[in-house]
């Protein structure tokens, strides 16, 4: 899992049937000292989260698919928790 | 399976469901020879390790066969701690 | 899943069974500001988009999904056409 900030929202009507009411967000992936680190992507997110928040992200696609709640639907990132506090006993 | 060395927890309220009991580590990734490459990940931990240990992590869709992680959304997880890392000289 | 853009079709006669009928497509994967990140690939369209669209795609054997239980050998597919996207 790795730890991100979500930076934006996509909108999209039409899609696969599997993303029906799905909220996608676009995460930007970040390092321990909260830098960018790569390339942003977009995540589905099933717990609410919104823009500027910190969110730990899943990068697999049946983890991905379990944290939407459907098997076999062709995602490979999701949300799974909003960071309240990252404690680090070095950096 | 990766070697990481666990420098932190992540600590978050909001999170799916099927990871309220698990704690979350923050992993520096590291070579063989101990040294840190530079790159982290969150891992949901199985074995109760701790700030400071290296740990054995595995990642991808196998990280849900760590015990009690079964369609839980993780994609990386620790399942040992290292006592000792044995390296053949010029490896 | 990672923001794209299609920048063009792929003509296949001769491919594995169980690509036929499905449509390849060019992809130019794009950064949140929509500058080009990375290297065009070819992806699967689930999604039914066309040259010049913004879309999603998807990384992986989970491109594979939504043909179950068909097996369809793509690393990469289209799950969604992008009608915009909001920064904040």
Same mark, same amino acid.
């Given at each position: 899992?790795?730890? %991100?900030?979500v930076?934006?929202?996509v909108?999209?009507?039409?899609?696969h049937?599997?993303?029906?009411? %799905?909220?996608?967000?676009l @995460?930007?992936?970040?390092?321990?000292?909260?830098?960018?680190?790569?390339t942003?992507?977009?995540? @589905?997110?099933?717990l609410g989260a919104?823009?500027?928040?910190?969110v730990?992200? @899943?990068l697999?696609?049946?983890?991905?698919?379990?944290a939407?709640g459907r098997?076999? %639907?062709?995602v490979?990132?999701?949300v799974?928790?909003?960071?309240?506090?990252?404690?680090l006993v070095?950096a | +399976?990766i070697?990481?060395? $666990?420098?932190?927890? $992540?600590?978050?309220t909001?999170?799916d469901?099927?990871? $309220?009991?698990?704690?979350l580590?923050?992993a520096?990734?590291m070579?063989?020879h !101990?040294?840190?490459d530079?790159?982290?990940l969150?891992?949901v931990?199985?074995?109760?390790?701790?700030?400071g240990?290296t740990?054995?992590?595995?990642?991808?869709?196998?990280a849900?066969m760590?015990?009690g +992680?079964?369609d839980?959304?993780?994609?990386a997880?620790i399942?040992g701690?290292v006592?000792a890392v044995?390296?053949?000289a !010029?490896? | 899943m =990672?923001?794209?853009k299609?920048? /063009?079709d792929?003509?296949?006669?001769?491919?594995d069974?169980?690509?036929v009928g499905?449509?390849?497509?060019v992809v =130019?994967?794009l #950064? #949140?500001?929509g500058s080009h990140?990375g290297r065009?690939?070819?992806a699967?369209?689930?999604a /039914?988009? /066309?040259?010049g669209?913004?879309?999603f795609?998807?990384?992986g054997?989970? #491109?594979s999904?939504p043909?179950?239980?068909?097996?369809?050998? #793509?690393?990469?597919?289209?799950? /969604?056409?992008v009608?915009?996207w909001d920064?904040g």
């Amino acid at each position: 899992m790795q730890l %991100a900030r979500v930076v934006g929202t996509v909108v999209a009507t039409q899609k696969h049937r599997t993303f029906e009411g %799905a909220k996608l967000l676009l @995460v930007q992936p970040l390092t321990l000292d909260d830098r960018p680190r790569g390339t942003a992507l977009l995540a @589905v997110d099933a717990l609410g989260a919104g823009v500027h928040e910190k969110v730990l992200i @899943v990068l697999e696609g049946r983890a991905a698919g379990d944290a939407l709640g459907r098997r076999l %639907a062709p995602v490979d990132a999701a949300v799974v928790g909003i960071v309240d506090r990252v404690d680090l006993v070095e950096a | +399976m990766i070697l990481a060395r $666990v420098v932190g927890t $992540v600590v978050a309220t909001r999170k799916d469901p099927r990871l $309220v009991s698990n704690k979350l580590l923050v992993a520096r990734t590291m070579d063989p020879h !101990g040294k840190a490459d530079g790159s982290y990940l969150v891992a949901v931990d199985t074995v109760d390790a701790g700030v400071g240990e290296t740990v054995l992590i595995v990642s991808g869709s196998s990280a849900r066969m760590a015990a009690g +992680m079964k369609d839980c959304p993780v994609d990386a997880a620790i399942v040992g701690i290292v006592d000792a890392v044995e390296v053949a000289a !010029g490896d | 899943m =990672q923001l794209a853009k299609v920048l /063009g079709d792929v003509v296949i006669t001769r491919k594995d069974e169980n690509l036929v009928g499905l449509k390849l497509l060019v992809v =130019q994967p794009l #950064a #949140a500001d929509g500058s080009h990140v990375g290297r065009a690939l070819v992806a699967v369209d689930a999604a /039914g988009a /066309g040259v010049g669209e913004t879309v999603f795609f998807v990384r992986g054997k989970e #491109a594979s999904f939504p043909w179950y239980p068909t097996e369809v050998p #793509a690393d990469a597919g289209i799950v /969604g056409i992008v009608d915009h996207w909001d920064l904040g």
